[in-house]
Structures are given as C-alpha cells and as structure tokens.
C-alpha cells in the first residue's frame, strides 16, 4: 500500500527519530497508547481515504496580499452555525400554536428555562449578525473581483444563499406571535401579493389561503426550520467546494509578477 | 437497428436505461406530485362565506361609526379576529347602490395598502392607517397616503332585528363593487389587469 504524504506538520513538533540501538524492535505499551489516534485515524482513512480530501479542503495554496476581509465567508457560516444549533434548541421549547401558545412558550423560554433568555437571544441577535455578514461578504467578493471567471457560478450560489437567509428571516419574524411579529407578516405577504400576475398566488401559498389562517403560523415554523435550513446548508457545501476547487483571488491592488525571463527579454 | 438483437427494434442496453430512468421517475414523482399538491393545495380551496351577528339594529346610527369584532378565521383565537365599523346607511350621504345587501356600511379595517389595521378618528372624520400614513374618508375612499383603493367592505343583512356581516367585497373609487381583492391591489386604472382572480378570492 502506498504512504501517504507526511502532513506538513512544523519541524518542533514532529517526534524524534528513534536512536539506533533503543527500543530493541520491541513497542512498549506507552508506544501502543501514543500511537492509538493515529491508529484509529488511519483505520478510517483506509477504508474511506478521507485525509486526501480533507488535505485538499484544508492545506491548499493562497494567494500572496490575503487578508482580514477574506474570513467574512467564514464569519458567515459561523453565524449560520450558531443559528442552526440554537434554533435545534428552541425548537424544543416552541409550539407554533397560533392561539395563545406559541406566544406564551416564547414567554416561558424568555422568562423560566435555565440560560433560555441567553439562547434565544443569540438566535434574535445573531439573525441580525448573520444578514449583516452575508452582505460584507458579497461587498467583499464585488469590490475585489472575486465573482468574475470561472467564480461566476459560486456568486450565482451566493445570491441564492442571500435569498434563502432573507426567507429565514421573514419565516423567522413571525415565530415570536406578538403584535409585532403578527403585523409584520401580515404586511410582509401583503408585500409579496402585490408582484404582478403570480402575486396573489405567493401570497396565497405562504398564508395558505386568502386570509391569515390556523396554519399559517405552522407553515412559517416548517419553512424556517426544516426546508431552507436544508438547502442552505447543502449550498454552503457546494459553494465552498467551488472555493477550494477554484481558489481565492489576490487583492485586486496586487499587481501579477512578471516572469523574471520575461521581464529580461522585455527590457 | 445497429446492435440490437435479430428481430429486436432497441438495443437491450438502451432499453434497461430508459426503463431504470423510468422507474426512478415514476418512484420520485410519486411522492413528490402529492407533496406539492399538499402545500399549493391551499391556493385553490374557496373560503367559506358566513354571517356573524354583530348587534341590534339600534345599535348602529347613520353618522357615526360603531366598532365592531367578527371573526375571519375561527380556530385561532385572537389571530382569527378583526374590527369592523359598522354604521347605518344614510342616503344624504352614501352614494353607492342601495339595495337589500347595503342597509348597513361595514367597512373593513384592513388598509388597502398593506393590510395593517386603520382606525377610525371620528374629530377628524377619517380613517388613518398607523403603518405607512393611509387616509380615508368617511365613505371609506382614499383621501391620502399609498393605498390604491378605497376600504373594502362587507356585505350585511338584518335577521329578526339584528346586523349580520357577510362576506368581504371590494371597492373602486366610485364605490362600485368588485370580488373580495388583496391589499396593494388596485381596481381602477392598468393596475387592476396586473393582479388575476384567484379560486381562493372568486367572484361572489
């Protein structure tokens, strides 16, 4: 079976060669108990060849003038991470129960569950912080170029991806089932009933039916966290295949470096 | 046909190909056909009409406005609720048609701009939308703001003494009726060819 390459793992921190004339070939049970992630790790790898791809995803090259603004994709899929994970919780808590109950368990997480107010405050706040970074990504990728070929496709998931938060957030809004949640929607589909020709039938779909009904709030409650939940995260996976497939763009204030030979011929 | 079988029209690779797509069609649509017609079911089931009595007949004079609360949609409690203003008919002012159906305005506190709740400023004699500055008058017709038609209404009918509200009809500017309209949907002008009838909404 063929090695594997050696990670590229920093000279301090690889082990030692044995010395000649230690060890007697014999492996000492401490050698058995060090040895034990790699042995694991390389049983998985062996029967799935996993490192390739997590090496391919994880040490790729990146060009020279890389900075700060280049995490904001990053940030994003954290914040998205963060909201899946405390939206799993609260929907323990939540019942979307347009008479009474659905705004008296948003109450009784706020005000009674351990840490609830904490948790559903990082679901409110980080809405916000999501939005937020989703657009200073996009101004990241148009004002450094990065959209043009061959990233035209990624930018294509990317929109659809701000779609697809914008509909969390509009589905999101109405769970809380206050007055102002209440209103908001009520204008929000009214909003989208006012497109030409389809208009009427959007606004029909999402109220499931012509006026606001008994499941309308169950049908924003599914939407938010089942369906989109779902196509987003399969999004993100495919646009950060794109990412490592294509690579990062340089700064657009970096020039390219003219091949040495070239230049001499020039000149 | 080149590399079928003697007496064989497909070859056999091609056909197990286009049968396998087939059954994976034929499996696939057959959850996903239902599912869609599940969820865009509701787009084409027609409401109920119903009556709900608001109060004596005596109740409601012909220059002023009674608010009054009718349930829209039963089964959600306070959600399913909205106010209606109910006043008299009064022929010195009222210049729509007068027939059985019209004994009594009701008028619709769903703004014809995006549907927030107007309210009635009786120093003012105007409706006043809280969300984005609609006005209207007493006869419910657009005097300010964004809305593009007048209030809609509903129809009512007095039983054994009492007002009873019916189903929603809109308006356009000269108070003729029209079938039940969304909010930001407009009756007179271009505007009105830019938004079809829906089974949910019919023609009354």
């Known amino acids: ?267 | 046909m080149p590399g079928a079988f003697e007496g064989e029209t497909v070859t056999r690779r091609r056909f197990m190909n286009i049968g396998g797509q087939a059954a994976g069609g034929i499996a696939a649509a057959s959850f996903l056909l239902p599912a869609l017609g599940f969820a865009i079911g509701p787009i084409f089931k027609e409401a109920p009409h119903t009556w709900e009595t608001v109060g004596p007949i005596g109740d409601f004079p012909d220059n002023n406005y009674i608010p009054t609360v009718i349930t829209i949609t039963p089964g959600v409690g306070e959600a399913g609720k909205t106010t209606v203003y109910v006043r008299k008919r009064n022929p010195a002012i009222d210049t729509d048609r007068a027939d059985r159906d019209a004994a009594f305005i009701a008028i619709s506190t769903r703004c014809a701009h995006l549907g927030c709740p107007v309210r009635w400023v009786g120093a003012a004699e105007r409706f006043i939308c809280p969300c984005h500055g609609g006005v209207y008058d007493l006869l419910g017709r657009r005097v300010g703001g964004p809305p593009v038609r007048p209030l809609d209404r509903f129809y009512t009918r007095v039983r054994e003494g009492y007002v009873q509200i019916g189903p929603r009809y809109s308006v356009n500017s000269e108070l003729e009726r029209f079938s039940p309209r969304d909010p930001g949907e407009p009756i007179d002008g271009l505007g009105q060819y830019a938004y079809p009838s829906r089974p949910s909404a019919r023609k009354l």
């Open chain 1, 1 to 267: 079976m063929p090695k594997l390459p050696a990670p590229p793992v920093p000279a301090p921190l690889k082990a030692p060669p044995a010395r000649p004339g230690e060890g007697n070939g014999k492996v000492a049970p401490v050698d058995h108990g060090r040895n034990a992630g790699v042995a694991v790790v390389d049983w998985v790898d062996e029967r799935t060849s996993l490192s390739g791809g997590a090496r391919w995803l994880m040490f790729r090259k990146v060009p020279k003038g890389t900075n700060w603004f280049y995490t904001l994709g990053s940030a994003t899929m954290f914040a998205f991470l963060s909201q899946a994970v405390t939206g799993v919780f609260l929907a323990m808590y939540y019942r979307p129960d347009p008479s009474g109950g659905a705004y008296e368990s948003i109450r009784h997480v706020t005000n009674e569950v351990f840490l609830g107010q904490f948790v559903r405050g990082m679901h409110k706040w980080g809405s916000s912080v999501m939005v937020i970074l989703v657009f200073l990504h996009m101004g990241r990728t148009f004002f450094f170029g990065a959209y043009k070929y061959p990233r035209e496709l990624n930018w294509v998931i990317g929109v659809v991806l701000l779609i697809l938060t914008m509909l969390m957030s509009f589905t999101g809004y109405l769970l809380p089932f206050d007055q102002r949640a209440y209103w908001a929607t009520i204008v929000g589909t009214n909003i989208n009933g006012t497109g030409p020709l389809l208009g009427p039938y959007l606004s029909d779909f999402l109220r499931a039916g012509p006026e606001f009904g008994a499941t309308t709030l169950s049908r924003f409650y599914a939407i938010h966290m089942l369906l989109v939940p779902g196509a987003i995260a399969a999004l993100i996976g495919a646009h950060l295949y794109l990412v490592t497939k294509l690579g990062t763009t340089a700064p657009p204030w970096l020039k390219a470096e003219k091949d040495p030979e070239l230049r001499k011929a020039e000149a």
